[in-house]
């Protein structure tokens, strides 16, 4: 963990510095990627107090336990989520290239940020509040050896497993198949213009 923290977090601080200050231009492209830096940072700030159980101090806030453990859940599911907004933004560029309609729709990528953020946290924040009514708040020996609250409910497995997985892969696998097919019946592609194998590939 402390090797993850310490490169982790120069990493991240460096990328965050770059998109909000070398980077001009707004695009939805740039926008998704700081959106999926942030949720690697916010994870990353969190390693301390793993780094601190794991060295055999005890004495963690149940309530701290859960609220990393739902970063850290908010983190995963978050990340795939942004990483098919990033594919299906690309699909709808290359799909799209002229229409006005399409690049103005393109823009609102910040609320669809703001949407991923609320399906990373929202299926899990209403049962750990109701969860943490009945239990309490001491310290716990065994911080990050048992399941957080919210993560056993059958609700919240199968609305993030939908969510978090099943949605963002449909979503990767059918905008790399219109890629694909949108690269071959290009007119550069099929003038040789550029090497379309190689596209295809990349």
């Given at each position: 963990?402390?090797?993850?923290?310490?490169?982790?977090?120069?990493?991240?601080?460096?990328?965050?510095?770059?998109?909000?200050?070398?980077?001009?231009s707004r695009s939805p492209t740039v926008v998704y990627?700081?959106?999926?830096?942030?949720?690697d940072f916010l994870l990353i700030l969190t390693l301390p107090v793993r780094i601190y159980y794991h060295l055999g101090f005890k004495g963690i806030p149940l309530v701290l336990c859960d609220c990393l453990g739902l970063i850290l859940k908010a983190n995963m599911y978050g990340s795939i989520l942004f990483l098919a907004c990033i594919c299906f933004d690309r699909c709808v560029a290359?799909?799209?290239?002229?229409s006005t309609r399409i690049q103005r729709a393109r823009q609102k990528s910040w609320l669809i940020c703001l949407g991923v953020w609320i399906l990373s946290f929202g299926p899990s924040v209403p049962i750990y509040i109701l969860?943490?009514?009945?239990v309490s708040l001491n310290v716990t020996k065994h911080c990050f050896d048992n399941p957080p609250v919210y993560?056993?409910?059958?609700?919240v497995v199968f609305s993030t497993l939908f969510l978090g997985f099943g949605l963002p892969l449909a979503i990767m696998l059918v905008c790399?198949?219109?890629?694909?097919?949108?690269?071959?019946k290009s007119t550069v592609a099929q003038t040789n213009l550029l090497n379309s194998r190689k596209i295809r590939r990349m």
């Open positions: 963990y402390s090797f993850i923290f310490i490169v982790g977090l120069t990493l991240n601080v460096i990328a965050l510095v770059f998109f909000f200050c070398q980077i001009k990627m700081t959106n999926l830096t942030m949720a290359v799909s799209f290239p002229m969860k943490r009514e009945n993560a056993t409910q059958p609700t790399s198949w219109i890629l694909v097919h949108t690269v071959q």
